[in-house]
């Protein structure tokens, strides 16, 4: 497949672009920011998002959804980058939808799917215990209890964990913390008995919980797909997510870039432009190519994830990988090169610092990617 | 798709049937690249027969028109055959500098005559040129070249001296940048000519590199007589065809960070470092691996997509720089870990078990790729200008 976008991958980038420049400027962050609105995101937006179909993006068309893959998924946070705007579409229209899609039985998919496309839940996916992402390392234990399970544990970094209505845990039901054997993913639904959230708020302003499960009792209907074999599942979903974030980072980079770019053409020191001086114009230049070979990988990632959903792994962490790596460069370079002003949190610059390292870091940063692909390529 | 489906097993079939096995095996010494040319010495029969059988077919220059010795396929038709081809693990059958930066510019600027002249000659292989265009007053400055071509009527004098010509000593023509305009703003008394290296006044002296190896020379020029027919378009106006002749020499040079060896740098380091619990015993040295094959598959992906911009009128006209500086330090970071990967087995440099010290040649050779074909600094700059638009670039 050509690495360019088509026709309506195009049409659905200047849509977004258009629709988020006018409705979710950086200024909408900012407001969330500074009324420490409960939520963390706004609900009106989110309708805005439901009608024009992107909370069913990934969902197919039997369930409501658009039936789009995850190149277009792609496409809408690479704008989300753009304009760092806090949603529910990764957990909910990516992740959840991802999950549940892919690993889900007839009825599960029955349940949720159109409720996800109608904006009627909020989902996302619970997964990682400890500081760093290593999913493996899934501690949190279902133990059988009757016909069903009880869980026990904690979750951390749960994304829009305090507003989400449903969520898909990731739990250990047999085996050890390290071993990809004995995982099982299961829908819970947040108002299960035993069940708490608690809201961390982070550098990025976007939504992030804390979520304990107290001795959470589950039916054996609330499994998501086999149990004890759910790793593949697990891993499908956060490639799904990996790359997802690779292109937000895309859109959050370029928009940081093109800042830069226009600030080095318009402050002037010395008498002239800075833009003038051959220190900042080869690192400007070297930057963009970093940029641009980011994004060649991650379009291929999203790419194969439609095609060869199953064989996304190896390509996903190259992608992951070279978004951190590049986006990191492109918000320290932005910062940099803007000086003092860049310092300040009236100015916007810095806010995109912020959201690419939290970014860099979900589902694992470059580090854990390039081990993953040397573990993968066997050395 | 169903008719590049039908392309591609008939391509795998000839192939099969065409490519004699001794040209199946990697290249192992410098002897095994062939450059044809009036001189060649073919090492074996099995490569000069690849070499007519693909010249027959118009394979050696794939995509250029039948009429001048291509085979007239379609970019996609090209790739698929340069896909069967390392999949059958075929040698290419004629590397050239013909091949790689003249033709493409004759196709572009070159008259009629010039095209039925030279491109067929270049095709099968019978005539090797020789790029002269840096000289020793002008490497990142080229546009200050000062060799000269004096007009005498029907013909030009051209006097001056050319370096770094890869493998002048070896070659039949030259393609070359004089200057014919000197009271001309330097961009502008620039033309383009072609002429024998057998011509009276032309001789060279190849110069040794840190590797040992002597790919490039000095090339001098005492009253050399050269026929007006040999001008590439018009008198003075040869910047622009030396600029993007350039562009395809940036594209096979930045190439380079996109091929790899048989072997993978995590499978060389497997070997000599050895592993602990499946992993490389190296820690350290399997990070960098890893990141660089990283760095390195998505370069090979920024040259496809660079291709299917280029095929949906995307592209823009400085990519070529972009290519050139990524791949070249690419590739340069790639021959230090393959010598920190070797480790002191790599630094042999003579006898049969380091084949003649083939790989801390190789790793000094690469330095040279972030200078030859314009710096990687002067790619920068045509970044910051032409991709970015900064001020004073």
């Known amino acids: 497949m050509a690495l360019v976008l088509n026709d309506e991958q195009t049409m659905l980038r200047d849509n977004a672009r258009g629709f988020l420049a006018k409705n979710a400027p950086i200024a909408h962050l ?60 990764l957990s909910t229209a990516i992740l959840a939808a991802t999950a549940i899609a892919r690993a889900g039985n007839d009825q599960q998919k029955k349940n949720y799917l159109p409720q996800i496309v109608a904006g009627e839940l909020i989902a996302t996916i619970a997964v990682d215990e400890t500081a760093k992402h290593h999913p493996e390392k899934t501690a949190l234990t279902a133990a059988r209890a009757g016909s069903g399970f009880k869980l026990s544990g904690a979750k951390t970094f749960v994304l829009d964990g305090h507003v989400a209505n449903l969520l898909i845990v990731a739990a250990r039901t047999a085996g050890k913390p390290g071993e990809t054997n004995g995982l099982t993913l299961f829908i819970a639904d947040a108002s299960a008995r035993g069940l708490r ?52 980072m895309v859109g959050a980079s370029d928009e940081a870039f093109s800042r830069t770019v226009a600030y080095l053409k318009e402050r002037k020191q010395f008498g002239k432009p800075i833009g003038e001086f051959q220190a900042l114009q080869h690192r400007a230049a070297h930057l963009y190519c970093e940029l641009e070979v980011t994004r060649s990988a991650v379009l291929k990632a999203l790419q194969t994830l439609d095609d060869s959903y199953d064989r996304a792994g190896a390509i996903v962490s190259v992608a992951k990988a070279r978004a951190g790596l590049s986006a990191t460069l492109a918000v320290q370079e932005a910062v940099q090169m803007h000086g003092g002003i860049g310092m300040t949190d009236e100015f916007d ?14 589902f694992g940063d470059a580090n854990f990617h390039a081990d993953r692909l040397a573990r993968l390529s066997r050395y | 798709m169903e008719n590049l489906e039908s392309f591609r097993k008939e391509t795998r079939a000839w192939l099969e049937a065409n490519c004699p096995p001794e040209m199946r095996r990697p290249s192992q010494t410098e002897e095994d690249t062939c450059w044809g040319g009036r001189h060649c010495v073919f090492q074996s029969d099995a490569q000069r027969l690849w070499l007519e059988r693909m010249a027959k077919k118009g394979w050696t220059v794939p995509e250029w028109p039948r009429e001048y010795g291509g085979g007239g396929l379609t970019r996609d038709e090209a790739k698929i055959l340069r896909q069967e081809m390392r999949a059958l693990g075929c040698r290419s059958p004629l590397d050239s500098f013909g091949i790689w930066m003249l033709g493409p510019a004759l196709l572009k600027y070159g008259s009629e005559e010039q095209k039925r002249e030279h491109l067929p000659k270049i095709a099968r292989g019978e005539i090797r040129w020789c790029q002269g265009y840096s000289e020793p007053g002008s490497g990142s400055d080229l546009a200050s070249l000062q060799t000269r071509a004096e007009d005498k009527g029907d013909q030009f ?48 002296k190849p110069i040794t590199l840190i590797s040992g190896a002597s790919p490039f020379c000095q090339t001098f020029f005492d ?127 003579e006898g049969e078990r380091s084949r003649e010290g083939r790989t801390a040649r190789a790793w000094l050779r690469s330095k040279a790729n972030s200078i ?21 670039a």
């Open chain 2, 223 to 349: 009253d050399v007589l050269v026929p007006k027919a040999n001008l590439v378009g018009k008198l003075n106006k040869g910047w622009d065809i030396a600029k993007y002749l350039l562009t395809h020499e940036r594209d096979m040079i930045g190439g380079m960070g996109g091929t790899s060896e048989n072997r993978s740098l995590g499978q060389i380091a497997t070997e000599t470092v050895g592993t602990d619990n499946g992993m490389l015993a190296d820690t350290v040295l399997r990070g960098q691996i890893a990141a660089l094959e990283i760095d390195a598959l998505a370069f090979r992906l920024t040259m496809d997509r660079a291709g299917d911009m280029a095929k949906v009128g995307q592209a823009h006209p400085a990519v070529s720089s972009l290519l050139k500086y990524y791949g070249t330090e690419l590739n340069k970071r790639r021959m230090e870990l393959v010598m920190s990967a070797g480790g002191m087995d790599a630094l042999e440099w």
């Open chain 1, 349 to 362: 610059i810095g806010l995109f610092m912020k959201r690419v390292r939290v970014c860099q870091e979900l």
């Open chain 2, 372 to 392: 030859e074909g314009g710096t990687s600094e002067v790619q920068l700059n045509i970044i910051a200008k032409r991709i970015l638009g900064l001020p004073g």
């Open chain 1, 30 to 89: 900012r407001a969330l920011r500074d009324t420490r609105d409960a939520d963390g995101f706004s609900r009106a937006l989110w309708k805005d998002f439901v009608e024009m179909g992107w909370a069913g993006i990934l969902v197919p068309q039997d369930f409501g959804g658009l039936g789009l893959g995850h190149v277009e998924a792609g496409v809408v946070m690479e704008e989300l980058g753009r304009t760092l705007t806090p949603s529910p579409f």
């Open chain 1, 197 to 248: 959230a608690e809201r961390t708020p982070t550098v990025d302003t976007h939504n992030a919980a804390r979520i304990t499960f107290d001795d959470v009792n589950l039916g054996a209907d609330n499994v998501l797909g086999k149990v004890d074999a759910g790793w593949d599942a697990l891993e499908g979903v956060l490639n799904a997510g990996r790359a997802a974030l690779a292109a937000e």
């Open chain 2, 157 to 204: 004098l051209v006097n001056g001296s050319k370096i770094w010509t890869s493998y002048a000593d070896k070659a039949d023509w030259i393609f070359c940048l004089v200057r014919t305009d000197p009271s001309a703003p330097k961009h502008e008394g620039i033309s383009f000519l072609l002429f024998d290296m057998e011509s009276a006044g032309v001789s060279t």
